[in-house]
């Protein structure tokens, strides 16, 4: 069940369920909470389970025209604060990610520990900047097909045939992002800074990364594992670890949150 609160005249959902230690679940870009669900039903068994629709996802309102990471982390502050949580694990998934690492930047004292799924401490190359402000464009015209088409990338071509009711979910819950929140949260991944050295100053952090994933490069998430000396788990396929290697993800997370 989903409850909000109110955060710069704006409502943010979330939805807030078992005991014990907390952990905050962040989805990814054109995802909202409802990613999460199976996740949830594993991790509610013995942990108090928050999950947030960021700025313009979900049921949670668009405040701007540009929802920088800084702007999502701080209404998932307002939202861990009503709850009068005081320390969590957060887990992001690819965008969800970015803001973790904002968010665990900002206010260190409520992190236990950082979980990246598919996801990266790096900002965005030039190249992948150039890219983000040509879909901006495209979502103006023809923005039905690049939401389609981005979500189909997000799969390995075999995850695509052997999951395809859970692609096509995927592509209905991003079709209800509106174009302004898409156009939003584009140009606010496409601002934010490296954050590795943030990662290093967190004690328990973990990152999940498939091999064939065509978002982020795995040779990158490797060096960058190296580099900030974090555990890396490698799954087998692409950005969709969730729903590509659900069992596997479900087991890692569970370990993760363990006191």
């Not at 040509?134 to 997000?154: D, F, G, I, T």
């Amino acid at each position: 069940m989903q409850n909000s609160i109110i955060y710069k005249n704006s409502k943010i959902t979330y939805s807030d369920s078992g005991k014990g230690t907390a952990v905050v679940l962040l989805h990814g870009f054109l995802e909202n909470s409802t990613m999460w669900n199976e996740i949830t039903n594993e991790l509610e068994k013995k942990n108090r389970v928050i999950t947030i629709d960021l700025l313009g996802h979900g049921n949670s309102d668009c405040i701007g025209y540009i929802h920088t990471m800084d702007d999502m982390a701080m209404a998932v502050k307002e939202v861990v604060k009503s709850l009068r949580i005081r320390k969590f694990y957060i887990i992001g998934h690819s965008m969800g990610g970015y803001v973790s690492l904002v968010f665990s930047e900002k206010y260190p004292k409520y992190i236990k520990g950082l979980c990246l799924l598919n996801s990266t401490t790096q900002a965005d190359a030039d190249e992948r900047k150039e890219l983000r402000l040509r879909a901006c464009k495209m979502a103006q015209v023809n923005y039905e097909n690049l939401v389609k088409l981005s979500v189909s990338n997000l799969f390995t071509a075999e995850s695509r045939e052997k999951f395809p009711l859970a692609v096509d979910q995927v592509k209905n819950e991003a079709l209800k992002t509106t174009v302004q929140s898409y156009i939003a949260a584009t140009k606010g991944m496409l601002l934010r800074e490296n954050k590795e050295s943030i990662l290093q100053t967190i004690n328990k952090r973990l990152i999940i990364a498939g091999k064939k994933d065509t978002i982020l490069n795995f040779e990158s998430i490797l060096e960058e594992s190296k580099r900030t000396n974090t555990p890396l788990y490698e799954l087998p396929n692409g950005h969709m670890s969730h729903i590509e290697d659900k069992d596997e993800v479900v087991k890692i997370f569970k370990e993760f949150v363990k006191n």
